[in-house]
């Protein structure tokens, strides 16, 4: 009995080094000049020796440990990517220290099946994803069948890891994981056409896919309801109006 404790406590100790770590490392080699091989290689080495050590502190959670895993992978790979998109070493900096505590607490739960833990952490993730992506064709142009095709599989990948603990056959969860990742991802080409700056048409695609994962998520759960569809819709809504109108966008030529 004293086993699952023991591999929390060991977990909660992984969860505080890499949240200090990382940032720590990440920064070193990416400020003032950024050495994009060793980054990448740091990067990889540090998620990679977590994700090793996780298989056996995760161990309880079963068949559910391998997409545990994946949220994991996909929520510092969100985190570091949006690293490059600040544009000043003062705001990266700030990055760094505030993501300490972020780290920490996502890593720390990400065993855990919480509504509000599972939500937050797919909100977090999915932000930072598709902030990236809607980055990577402003700054390089990479709008393309690969890029695309990107967007699709993180997005199924960590919609299949959040629906693992929702009470369904896996052949509705994998059918579900697909129709959200195929909308969204079709919504995220669209937008691409707006001429807006990236970080507006990023913010549109996250929208779109949060009401579409929450919804399908209550719906596999049998609680989804119009209102929580009209709560919702009405929401995002509400905050892409605030976003366009307090905010100085400009079309981008």
């Known amino acids: 009995m004293t086993k699952q404790p023991n591999r929390l406590n060991n977990h909660q100790a992984l969860s505080l080094l890499v949240a200090v770590i990382l940032p720590a490392v990440i920064y070193t080699l990416g400020v003032p000049t950024p050495n994009f091989g060793l980054l990448v290689l740091a990067f990889v080495v540090i998620v ?3 994700q090793l050590f996780s298989m056996r502190t995760l161990a309880d959670l079963h068949d559910a440990r391998l997409w545990a895993i994946a949220r994991s992978v996909l929520c510092y790979t969100a985190w570091f990517l949006l690293f490059f998109l600040l544009p000043s070493s003062h705001l990266q900096i700030w990055y760094m220290f505030i993501s300490v505590p972020i780290l920490f607490l996502a890593e720390r739960v990400v065993g ?11 909100i ?3 932000f930072g994803l598709l902030m990236a992506a809607s ?4 700054y ?12 699709f599989i993180v997005l199924f990948v960590l919609t299949r890891a959040t629906y693992v603990f929702v009470p369904q056959t896996s052949s509705i969860r994998l059918a579900s994981s697909l129709v959200v990742a195929l909308l969204a991802t079709e919504i995220h080409t669209a937008v691409l056409f707006l001429p807006y700056h990236y970080t507006v048409l990023g913010f549109l695609t996250f929208a779109a896919f949060y009401v579409l994962w929450l919804c399908t998520y209550y719906w596999q759960f049998g609680v989804l309801t119009r209102q929580r569809v009209v709560f919702y819709v009405g929401l995002v809504l509400a905050l892409i109006a605030i976003l366009l109108l307090v905010t100085p966008w400009h079309i981008v030529s």
């Open 48 to 50: 990679s020796f977590v």
């Open 112 to 122: 855990y099946a919480g509504e509000t833990i599972l939500i937050t952490h797919t």
């Open 124 to 126: 977090l993730t999915s």
């Open 135 to 138: 980055g990577a064709e402003y």
């Open 140 to 151: 390089f142009h990479a709008g393309s069948t690969v890029l695309t095709l990107a967007v």
